[in-house]
């Protein structure tokens, strides 16, 4: 991948800078991890600060979002970087924090007796959270976002986390670099279309892939048909 541009660095800047502002903090790292919760997850601003476990003694762990449907539970899970100069955001994501992952993961789903203790009260929660899910029958599925306004991890890097992730068919792993931040955070100026689907069971959960944001469903067909069609009968296509 190229070096990110001035240009690309300054349009992210911004952002975080506002970001941070509207949480009151003159902290543009807290202000980032903000800014791409509040558009990697379908919440309010008010409720971001629930997601965040950054701090001392977070195993490598900024974020953790819990989504529950049904027999199924979808564990998103992040670490963000944020590199405050263009020459920072000009280096990898840093390996050794992978091994911090790597064994949290690994002694989250071994349920190692001591882990919550080893952790910070807001990552204890969640750890606490997910157990429950797990005794109360709930399949887990762990997805990891590894987030900078800097470059991808290096090549050996991703291949040994994607090495661990491969022994397990319940987590996977996404990197959103600097490409993905800016199409996350210029996502607000595209064309919106309204209309209103009517689901036909009460199963259905959020998800988030990059500058994406839905909700899965069973929908009722006449209703999405009716949202796609305009006044003459005729169907539009949807943006």
Known sequence: ???????????????????????GLDDRSTGFLYLILDSLFPRSGEDISSLITDGGSDRGVDAVYIQESGNVAHISIVQSKYASTIK????????????????????????????????????????????????????????????????????????????????YEFISVEELSYQSIISLISSDGRTKEDGILDTVDVQKYERADCDIRGLVANVDARSYIDMISNEGGKTTSLR
């Open 1 to 23: 991948m190229r070096q990110i541009t001035d240009l690309e660095f300054s349009l992210i800047e911004s952002k975080v800078k506002k970001s941070a502002d509207k949480i």
């Open 88 to 167: 920072s955001a000009g280096r990898t994501f840093p390996g050794n924090e992978i091994d911090k992952l790597i064994s949290f993961i690994r002694d989250l789903v071994d349920r190692v007796a001591g882990l919550p203790e080893s952790v910070n009260p807001l990552l204890r929660g969640k750890i606490v959270d997910i157990w429950r899910l797990v005794d109360q029958g709930k399949m887990i599925y762990i997805h990891i976002f590894l987030v900078s306004n800097a470059l991808p991890l290096a090549t050996h890097e991703r291949k040994r986390l994607d090495a661990f992730c491969s022994q």
